[in-house]
């Protein structure tokens, strides 16, 4: 956990299959962003750490979310990360198989 403009951040690993190597996407954090806002979970996001590896013959995009909630800390847990976040691959075409771990 990690501090900053008056909120206690907490970090979250995500890890997405791809059918190609990414290293970022734009549009996927912004949707992920979105969701998170509009389900109340979050009052502020950073994305870092980003990274493309594969595993098993997989391709792997993997990256950190620093998320926290300034009026309502509580709500940053990852059951509701996930419920927030559920269905948030179905637009984008070549990810699959979404894994969120706490940091």
Same mark, same amino acid.
């Given at each position: 956990?990690?501090? *900053?403009?008056?909120?206690?951040?907490?970090?979250? *690993?995500?890890e997405?299959?791809? #059918?190609?190597?990414? *290293?970022? =996407?734009? %549009?996927?954090? @912004? %949707?992920?962003?979105?969701?998170?806002?509009?389900? @109340? /979970?979050i *009052?502020?996001?950073?994305? $870092?750490?980003? @990274?493309?590896?594969?595993?098993?013959?997989?391709?792997?995009f $993997?990256?950190?979310?620093?998320?926290?909630?300034? =009026?309502?800390?509580?709500? /940053?847990?990852?059951?509701?990360? %996930? #419920?927030?976040?559920? $269905? /948030?691959?179905?637009?984008?075409?070549?990810?699959?198989?979404? #894994?969120?771990?706490?940091?």
């Amino acid at each position: 956990m990690c501090t *900053s403009c008056n909120a206690a951040f907490t970090i979250f *690993s995500v890890e997405i299959v791809t #059918k190609e190597p990414v *290293s970022t =996407n734009t %549009e996927l954090y @912004k %949707e992920m962003a979105r969701r998170l806002f509009q389900n @109340k /979970v979050i *009052s502020n996001l950073h994305v $870092g750490n980003n @990274k493309a590896y594969t595993i098993n013959d997989r391709q792997i995009f $993997g990256f950190d979310l620093h998320l926290a909630n300034a =009026n309502n800390p509580l709500t /940053v847990t990852l059951a509701n990360i %996930e #419920k927030a976040l559920s $269905g /948030v691959l179905d637009d984008f075409e070549d990810y699959d198989e979404l #894994k969120i771990e706490l940091n």
